[in-house]
């Protein structure tokens, strides 16, 4: 199994300030990574896909790098909406997907 | 647009069964496969079990098979995730979510139904 592991665990930022959260996978998962946004009492929400590509709807200032093991989400310059938590989540062995434990972005 | 409506949930003794439903509109439910994917309170994301758009293939996370079976009626477009021999560590909210097939991801999920398994 493919684990999928977060750092850091709590990113403490303020408005406007640049996010850089973190994914290392056990094993290569390719390009196959993708990124989510979850807000306290909602679903999950799709940010990236396949390591670097922004879903339908999501801002510019979203944006995913890496492949292999090591992927990087970076907020370029963050809105009070942003302040959630983000879960990475492979896709090599689809459907057997699995997800990393989550970054918490919090305002500092 | 596309919704994703689970119901079923509730509070069930160890031991105990329940049913939960996904009611799919906005889309061509199926065209796609479907996921379960749970959350337990204030923790991470879990995939249970995934079916293929035409209910061909099903796959279950190691910790629920055997127990839960995920199945799918495309002629009333909903899926379903029947749970037998709950445990406490089975409580969670439970996501249905879309698959998309040309990316592996989960790209629509809906509101989520708790399921408590408590005595």
């Known amino acids: 199994e493919i684990v999928l592991t977060q750092s850091p665990a709590t990113l403490s930022l303020s408005p406007g300030e640049r996010a850089t959260l973190s994914c290392r996978a056990s094993?290569?998962?390719?390009?196959?990574l993708a990124w989510y946004q979850q807000k306290p009492g909602q679903a999950p929400r799709l940010l990236i896909y396949?390591?670097?590509n922004r879903a339908t709807g999501i801002p510019a200032r979203f944006s995913g790098s890496g492949s292999g093991t090591d992927f990087t989400l970076t907020i370029s310059s963050l809105e009070p909406e942003d302040f959630a938590v983000y879960y990475c989540?492979?896709?090599?062995?689809?459907?057997?997907?699995?997800f990393g434990q989550g970054t918490r972005l919090e305002i500092k | 647009q596309v919704q994703l409506v689970e119901s079923g949930g509730g509070v069930v003794q160890p031991g105990g069964s329940l049913r939960l439903s996904c009611a799919a509109s906005g889309f061509t439910f199926s065209s796609y496969g479907m996921h379960w994917v749970r959350q337990a309170p204030g923790k991470g994301l879990e995939w249970v079990a995934f079916?293929?758009?035409?209910?061909?293939?099903?796959y279950y996370a190691d910790s629920v098979k055997g127990r839960f079976t995920i199945s799918r009626d495309n002629s009333k477009n909903t899926l379903y995730l029947q749970m037998n021999s709950l445990r406490a560590e089975d409580t969670a909210v439970y996501y249905c979510?879309?698959?998309?097939?040309?990316?592996?991801?989960?790209?629509?999920w809906g509101q989520g139904t708790l399921v408590t398994v408590s005595s």
């Open positions: 079916i293929r758009y035409d209910g061909s293939n099903k």
């Open positions: 396949d390591a670097s």
């Open positions: 979510a879309k698959d998309s097939p040309l990316y592996g991801v989960a790209d629509y």
């Open positions: 989540q492979q896709r090599s062995n689809w459907p057997l997907i699995t």
């Open positions: 094993q290569s998962v390719s390009s196959y």
